[in-house]
């Protein structure tokens, strides 16, 4: 290309080799390296190189755009791409929008919500989708090595959401990668819990303390967790229309797995019996009222929580775990895989429509078997005292 000294105006010179290729001259001196094309509607478009590229490059760059206009591929479809698509913040408030509310239960979508604040970095939030890269998440992943269940179940919803702005939500062009594929999860360690005779004793005698001081409404839910096994949240919103006494059956109108009939033992029974005949002094829909608006659910739950486990000398003990010790309860109690399953609502391919479809009579049995051996175990005649103590 030759050389070429500044006019009155720009000043054009084009690449006799390769078709398109231009520098432009202005009358300042500038110099513009560019290639001129037409795409596939015929709209004539331009791709202009950076400064600092060499005349040497900028044809290498220009020849491999020609190339892709011959084949009917626009040379700024990347950068037209990167353009368009949105953040991550930008697109994660898409997703907010129109997918959490409709497709997923509430605390799920709340989960979600505050996995995104608290985990996903702001210089990752201000990428843009098309330039999020797996090394990103690898990154992310090995920043939350210190919490490894956590660290699985953010890796699970960013593949939810790539998936989506992939497919329905169309922020990301069809033929994406999403950039969760291959990254691996840590390995899971399930985490089983069953009392020991004297550490449920200590449970029971600092829920007796507990019920002088806390809400009686929030103790009364741990001891439903206790003795029935249900999840938290299925507890902590739990309504009176979803309470049937006289069948011995709660009825969730919606779960972990969706709808599910939960069978009462006798223990749960008189938990939910005591507190109906309460219902005309506290008058609720929630079976567990805040103590501050009774037509919401009980609030600060977490803090009683942490109160009853200090005192019980379980400072590590979850709120979960009473799941997990009603199940071990279960599974001596039963010897019955089925019943537990049955008992504590889990949903696994091959076994669903045999626990689902018992008759009702061997669950509530069951249950019943399982709170009874509960119920013994917090007995102060069980605990073995040493040394006179």
Same mark, same amino acid.
Not at 31 to 46: C, E, I, M, N, T
Not at 229 to 244: C, S, Y
């Given at each position: 290309?030759?050389?070429?000294?500044?006019?009155?105006?720009?000043?054009?010179?084009?690449?006799?080799?390769?078709?398109?290729?231009?520098?432009?001259?202005?009358?300042?001196?500038?110099?513009?390296?560019?290639?001129q094309y037409r795409d596939a509607d015929g709209r004539q478009r331009k791709l202009t190189f950076p400064p600092t590229t060499s005349v040497r490059e900028a044809r290498r760059l220009a020849n491999a755009a020609g190339v892709k206009c011959d084949a009917g591929i626009d040379p700024q479809a990347d950068k037209d791409r990167l353009e368009k698509t949105p953040t991550l913040a930008q697109a994660f408030e898409t997703f907010d929008r129109e997918y959490i509310p409709t497709e997923l239960r509430a605390s799920t979508a709340s989960e979600y919500r505050r996995m995104f604040r608290r985990y996903i970095p702001k210089r990752l939030?201000?990428? /843009? =989708?098309?330039?999020? %890269?797996?090394?990103?998440?690898?990154e992310l992943m090995r920043s939350l090595r210190g919490r490894p269940m956590q660290a699985n179940n953010?890796?699970?919803f960013l593949s939810t959401f790539f998936n989506w702005c992939i497919g329905d939500g169309g922020l990301l062009y069809e033929k994406a990668a999403n950039p969760t594929k291959g990254v691996k999860r840590y390995p899971d360690r399930k985490r089983s819990f069953v009392f020991e005779s004297e550490e449920l004793f200590r449970f029971a005698q600092a829920l007796d303390e507990a019920e002088k001081t806390e809400w009686p409404f929030a103790i009364s839910a741990v001891r439903l967790l206790l003795m029935s096994g249900?999840?938290?949240?299925?507890?902590? /919103? =739990?309504?009176?229309? %979803?309470?049937?006494?006289?069948?011995?059956?709660?009825?969730?109108?919606?779960s972990k797995t969706g709808k599910r009939d939960v069978p009462l033992g006798s223990g749960a029974i008189r938990i939910l019996q005591d507190l109906h005949a309460k219902r005309?002094?506290?008058?609720?829909?929630?079976?567990?009222?805040?103590?501050r608006d009774r037509r919401k659910p009980i609030i600060g739950f977490q803090k009683i929580w942490h109160r009853i486990r200090i005192a019980a000398g379980l400072p590590n003990l979850r709120v979960h775990d009473l799941r997990h010790n009603f199940g071990g309860f279960g599974a001596a109690a039963t010897r019955s895989a089925v019943h537990v399953k049955g008992l504590l609502g889990h949903t696994q391919i091959g076994t669903t429509d045999r626990y689902m479809t018992l008759a009702e009579t061997p669950l509530t049995q069951a249950a019943d078997s399982v709170t009874e051996a509960i119920a013994a175990q917090m007995a102060p005649s069980n605990v073995v005292r040493i040394g006179g103590r």
């Amino acid at each position: 290309m030759q050389e070429i000294n500044p006019g009155a105006s720009d000043v054009y010179v084009s690449d006799d080799a390769i078709s398109g290729f231009r520098l432009k001259v202005t009358p300042k001196g500038k110099r513009v390296l560019f290639f001129q094309y037409r795409d596939a509607d015929g709209r004539q478009r331009k791709l202009t190189f950076p400064p600092t590229t060499s005349v040497r490059e900028a044809r290498r760059l220009a020849n491999a755009a020609g190339v892709k206009c011959d084949a009917g591929i626009d040379p700024q479809a990347d950068k037209d791409r990167l353009e368009k698509t949105p953040t991550l913040a930008q697109a994660f408030e898409t997703f907010d929008r129109e997918y959490i509310p409709t497709e997923l239960r509430a605390s799920t979508a709340s989960e979600y919500r505050r996995m995104f604040r608290r985990y996903i970095p702001k210089r990752l939030q201000d990428k /843009r =989708l098309c330039q999020v %890269e797996r090394r990103d998440i690898v990154e992310l992943m090995r920043s939350l090595r210190g919490r490894p269940m956590q660290a699985n179940n953010v890796l699970r919803f960013l593949s939810t959401f790539f998936n989506w702005c992939i497919g329905d939500g169309g922020l990301l062009y069809e033929k994406a990668a999403n950039p969760t594929k291959g990254v691996k999860r840590y390995p899971d360690r399930k985490r089983s819990f069953v009392f020991e005779s004297e550490e449920l004793f200590r449970f029971a005698q600092a829920l007796d303390e507990a019920e002088k001081t806390e809400w009686p409404f929030a103790i009364s839910a741990v001891r439903l967790l206790l003795m029935s096994g249900m999840r938290k949240q299925e507890v902590l /919103r =739990l309504t009176w229309a %979803e309470v049937d006494l006289q069948n011995r059956r709660i009825r969730l109108k919606t779960s972990k797995t969706g709808k599910r009939d939960v069978p009462l033992g006798s223990g749960a029974i008189r938990i939910l019996q005591d507190l109906h005949a309460k219902r005309s002094a506290f008058p609720s829909e929630y079976v567990f009222p805040s103590p501050r608006d009774r037509r919401k659910p009980i609030i600060g739950f977490q803090k009683i929580w942490h109160r009853i486990r200090i005192a019980a000398g379980l400072p590590n003990l979850r709120v979960h775990d009473l799941r997990h010790n009603f199940g071990g309860f279960g599974a001596a109690a039963t010897r019955s895989a089925v019943h537990v399953k049955g008992l504590l609502g889990h949903t696994q391919i091959g076994t669903t429509d045999r626990y689902m479809t018992l008759a009702e009579t061997p669950l509530t049995q069951a249950a019943d078997s399982v709170t009874e051996a509960i119920a013994a175990q917090m007995a102060p005649s069980n605990v073995v005292r040493i040394g006179g103590r």
